[in-house]
């Protein structure tokens, strides 16, 4: 009885905010204004190391980014000529919520994004939030082989990314951060969850090239460069990813 009233009420408070949602995404789809995109970066592991890291975080380290949608948003003449502009915040200190890494339910699922709307809600800069609220999770490389999935929350344009406090890793975070900001705009994975491999061919940069392996660049949500049809590798940078055509639709780059 219990179980069935929570889920009434779950669904109900859902239901409440996909209208917000959907003007949301419809405003920040139109790309008549460049999209304000905010980092905000959260000390992971509490460390000395990571906190000086995220301490002399400036606009300078996700420059890449920008540069990269205005890039790609040029390739399928969008009229915005900088689609995005990133912005740095200032550092937060509570942890976001935890979530269920894998076999979450739907009702656990459900209870996740709440609980991440609610939480950025009270962590971000209020009526200087920002379109797109990216929240970065620093850990120390030296420290952490192995960090949490990062995820997307298109329903409120929040993203919460796992990120290494090293400069030989911003780069590869910035590939990462991008990834989850389209998702935020309604971009799907297209790789294949049970072994990363990027799905032919709408995750591939060049599909229909002669000689298909190896591939020079990586689709941005097929998160990889395939080297041949069981071996792929995350990209150093976004210099070395382009948005495909799906993903251009998805986003509403196709007039």
């Known amino acids: 009885m219990w179980k069935k009233i929570r889920i009434s009420l779950l669904l109900g408070v859902l239901f409440m905010v996909a ?14 204004e460049t999209l304000d995109v905010v980092i905000y970066p959260i000390n992971g592991d509490g460390s000395v190391a990571t906190e000086a890291y ?36 200032g550092i937060v200190t509570d942890k976001p919520p935890q979530r269920n890494q894998r076999d979450a339910s739907v009702l656990e699922t459900i209870g996740f994004s709440l609980r991440m709307r609610w939480w950025a809600a009270w962590h971000d800069e209020g009526r200087n939030a ?4 990216m929240f970065v999770v620093y850990f ?44 935020t705009l309604g971009a799907t994975d297209k790789y294949d969850p049970a072994t990363n ?15 298909r392996y190896p591939q020079k660049m990586a689709e941005i949500m097929g998160g990889r460069i395939p ?16 948005i495909g055509s799906r993903t251009a639709l998805e986003i509403n780059w196709f007039n």
């Open 19 to 32: 209208g917000n949602t959907y003007i949301e995404r419809r405003d920040a789809t139109d790309w008549k």
């Open 54 to 89: 995220i301490r002399q975080l400036d606009a300078s380290r996700f420059s890449s980014i920008d540069k990269f949608m205005s890039r790609q948003g040029h390739n399928y003449d969008i009229s915005t000529r900088n689609p995005v502009k990133v912005r740095v915040a």
């Open 140 to 183: 120390s490389p030296e420290e952490h082989d192995v960090i949490p999935d990062s995820l997307a929350l298109p329903k409120g344009l929040i993203g919460l990314v796992y990120a290494y406090a090293d400069p030989g890793f911003e780069g590869t975070n910035s590939f990462v951060i991008a990834h989850e900001m389209l998702h």
């Open 227 to 242: 080297v041949d049809n069981r071996l792929a590798y995350i990209p150093n940078s976004l210099d070395e990813a382009v």
């Open 197 to 211: 491999m990027p799905l032919y061919p709408i995750g591939y940069a060049n599909p229909y090239v002669t000689h």
């Open 130 to 133: 920002g379109d797109i609220r």
